[in-house]
């Protein structure tokens, strides 16, 4: 099994090891959750979210992850001396759960962040036939993330978009799903979708800037009635869709559109020279003990 941590150190239940002694996908067993977090400027953007959801996913499952976010935030800041690295997402794994605790994994991952001209542009995806069996839990499940990848690379598509049983589209294989009509945005119901940390920021833009969002089922047969739409995620941020199957979207020069991936950028960027200020005000402290 090809080893998806790269750099040269992994961390593993309180020891940093070289990614050569280790596989971490062969290390887990029975649930696991994860999340992937962005590293930017030496900085885990939005890191409280995701320990958050990470606590959630695993609460969902009938586990505990009980690792404070102190804790996390001390791996991942030692992850990045130890590989020199300030700017590629970092894997978290819970796994191997037991009463009273479970494996913790952290470790860097191939990345990819999609070059000016997708936002440009936009990017074409597909529809896909399946539910995710407990969307608000963000679990490995191997087989279905497997056979989505072949069909989505088979047709050179950059996203497959989920449609449950009933036809309704739900999210993405790896992003949340947003449809834009005069200005107001559509998405699928947060009952059938996982709460992502990008979403989340995006709707309290929204609400910040009183952009309306309207939360319904959105048939896959609606899909030619938008003006546009995009997806959101952590290495995306907010990603303009350009053709769904053979339906084409005006989305890249959509002007609602434009406007929420420069607010997300601002966003981002304000949360990383908070987080930085906050580091230099700890060191500060630190000295002057």
């Known amino acids: 099994m090809k080893n998806e941590a790269i750099r040269n150190y992994i961390y593993l239940n309180g020891k940093f090891m070289s990614t050569k002694e280790i596989n971490p996908l062969e290390y887990m067993w029975g649930d696991t959750v994860y999340e992937v977090v962005r590293i930017r400027d030496g900085v885990a953007v939005y890191i409280e ?36 690295e300030n700017n590629m997402n970092i894997k978290l794994v819970a796994t191997n759960f037991v009463a009273g605790g479970c494996d913790f994994a952290a470790y860097f991952i191939n990345s990819f962040y999609p070059p000016v001209e997708m936002y440009q542009n936009g990017v074409h995806t597909i529809l896909y036939n399946t539910m995710r069996e407990n969307p608000h839990a963000k679990t490995m499940v ?30 993405g294989s790896r992003s949340n799903l ?54 959101t995620g952590t290495s995306i941020s907010v990603l303009p ?5 053979d339906i084409r979207l005006g989305s890249a020069s959509d002007i609602t559109i434009i406007k929420l991936i420069n607010f997300m950028k601002s966003r981002a960027t304000d949360y990383i020279e908070r ?11 630190l000295q002057e003990m």
């Not at 995701?50 to 505990?64: D, F, I, P, Q």
């Open 49 to 84: 979210d995701h320990v958050e959801r990470m606590r959630n996913s695993a609460k969902l499952l009938g586990h505990t992850f009980s690792l404070d976010i102190e804790l996390v935030e001390d791996v991942i800041e030692q992850l990045i001396e130890r590989n020199s």
């Open 142 to 171: 191997r087989e279905q993330r497997q056979a989505i990848n072949r069909e989505r690379e088979k047709v050179g598509a950059y996203e497959a978009l989920l449609v449950d049983e009933h036809g309704n589209i739900t999210e």
């Open 178 to 231: 947003f449809f834009i009509k005069d200005g107001k945005l559509y998405t699928p119901p947060s009952e059938n979708v996982l709460l992502g940390i990008t979403r989340k920021n995006l709707l309290e833009i929204c609400r910040e800037h009183s952009i309306e969002v309207i939360e319904k089922e959105i048939a896959a047969a609606e899909i030619k009635d938008f003006d546009g739409a995009f997806i």
């Open 241 to 245: 869709i350009a053709t769904i199957d």
């Open 275 to 285: 987080k930085k200020l906050e580091v230099e005000k700890d060191n500060r402290l």
